[in-house]
Each structure stands twice: as structure tokens, then as C-alpha cells.
């Protein structure tokens, strides 16, 4: 099944004392995020008045958050697109597309195991939980 809502980083930090907010990107790339107008953060649609990117960081003016305080109130919250908006080559998907989904081997295709999450450890590893059945 496919999910409406994509997660794609986290809020770390705010960047400077006008506000601007810190996206730490969860195995995308920092301009994929910041092409988004619309982003869902804590599951709320935020408009984004500016977005830019930074080393490997994503910098976001948004409505609203005009001071460091504002910015840092956002710390720790999932920021996350509508899965409509994203549009992605054939044959290509979000990991949180995949939770769920069938592992095969191959030669010959066989049930093996169910994929159950992907995850990300900071800043670069990325890891993919695989449940695999015990044989009786």
C-alpha cells in the first residue's frame, strides 16, 4: 500500500537568529527536499516561503518562525511530503514504499522474508530491517 505522506528528514536546529529552520535529509537529496512549496511537519501543512540548501542540510524560512526560539520549537519534529507531490523515475521508491513488501530470491523466485523498515543513522548510514523466518 502506499503511503500518503513520505517522510524525507528531521528539524535539527535552527540556522541563524532570523528564524530559518534545519533539515537534516533522510536519504535524499538536500534539493530534492528544498524544490517542495508545500512540507508536513509534526503532520502539519507548512507553506515554505524559502528554502535552500546548505552543505548537506536543507535551510527553510517558514510562516511564522521569525526568531531563533520559533525555530528551535521545531527541533526533533519529522518533516515529511505528500507522496502525490513527489514524483519519481519508473521503477523507483521511497523506502517507506517498500515496508511491507515481499523479499524474493532469485534464481528461483521464492518467499524468503517480509522488509519491515528502513531507518537512518546520522548522519550517513542507512539501514534496511529485513525479517527473515526461522525454518522449522
Known amino acids: 500500500m502506499r503511503p500518503d505522506f513520505i517522510p524525507v528528514g528531521a528539524v535539527v536546529d535552527a540556522h541563524g537568529i532570523r528564524g530559518e529552520v ?3 535529509p533522510c536519504r535524499l537529496r538536500p534539493e530534492f527536499i528544498a524544490s517542495f512549496k508545500t512540507l508536513y511537519i509534526g503532520g502539519q501543512p507548512v507553506k515554505v516561503i524559502s528554502a535552500r540548501v546548505h552543505k548537506s542540510t536543507v535551510l527553510l524560512a517558514l510562516p511564522g518562525v521569525a526568531t531563533m526560539d520559533d525555530a528551535l520549537a521545531l ?3 519529522t518533516v515529511s ?3 502525490t507531490d513527489a514524483h519519481l523515475p519508473q521503477g523507483q521508491y521511497f523506502d517507506a514504499e517498500l515496508e511491507g ?3 524474493l530470491t532469485m534464481p528461483p523466485a521464492k518467499n524468503w522474508a517480509s522488509w519491515t523498515r528502513c531507518s537512518t543513522i546520522p548522519p550517513t ?7 527473515v523466518p526461522t525454518s522449522t
Open 101 to 103: 513488501c515481499t523479499v
Open 75 to 77: 527541533k526533533g519534529k
Open 125 to 131: 548510514r542507512s539501514t534496511r530491517s529485513v525479517a
Open 22 to 24: 534545519k533539515v537534516n
Open 81 to 83: 511530503i505528500r507522496r
